[in-house]
């Protein structure tokens, strides 16, 4: 039993970690998801829309990423942060959402750690950007 609870220890804390890793990516993905369901359904086809997706999201991430680097406005690269952030936050909530389905009983504290981890995982996606802005620099 004590080998079961180290090996679900251990899951949660590789899913925290993927979650921070992939954090600063969340908003290129869904708009590439986007890009790739507009290019799908106005027939592209799986392979056309695979590449649009592709094409999208790597391009989202790349603009972006170069003017969170090149504004020097402070107001305007919170606003870009939180831009980046906002879909981290929610995917951070939908991923404490469902790993504490079953576990948390109370509905309240159910929700209090999904805002917690949202607002954990948005603010890792923040600073994730300001890094890889800065070794850009």
């Keep these: 039993m004590s080998a079961l609870i ?7 804390g590789m899913m925290c970690v ?3 890793t992939l954090a600063i990516y969340a908003l290129p993905f869904m708009l590439a998801l986007a ?32 003017l969170f680097a090149t504004l020097r406005a402070p107001i305007l690269r919170i606003a870009l942060a939180l ?3 906002a879909p981290a936050a929610v995917a951070g909530y939908a991923l ?3 790993v504490t389905a079953e576990a948390v ?9 999904c805002l ?8 890792a996606a923040a600073m994730r950007l300001a ?3 800065a070794s850009q620099s």
């Design 83 to 85: 831009i980046f952030a």
């Design 96 to 98: 404490v959402h469902g």
């Design 116 to 123: 917690a981890g949202g607002a954990l995982v948005g603010a």
């Design 18 to 20: 993927l979650a921070y």
């Design 131 to 133: 890094a890889s802005a």
């Design 105 to 113: 009983p109370s509905p309240v504290w159910r929700q209090i750690f």
């Design 6 to 12: 180290v090996v679900t220890i251990m899951l949660v």
């Design 35 to 66: 890009a790739a369901r507009f290019a799908n359904e106005t027939g592209a086809g799986w392979i056309g829309a695979a590449i649009v997706g592709l094409v999208a999201g790597a391009a989202t991430f790349v603009i972006l990423t170069v």
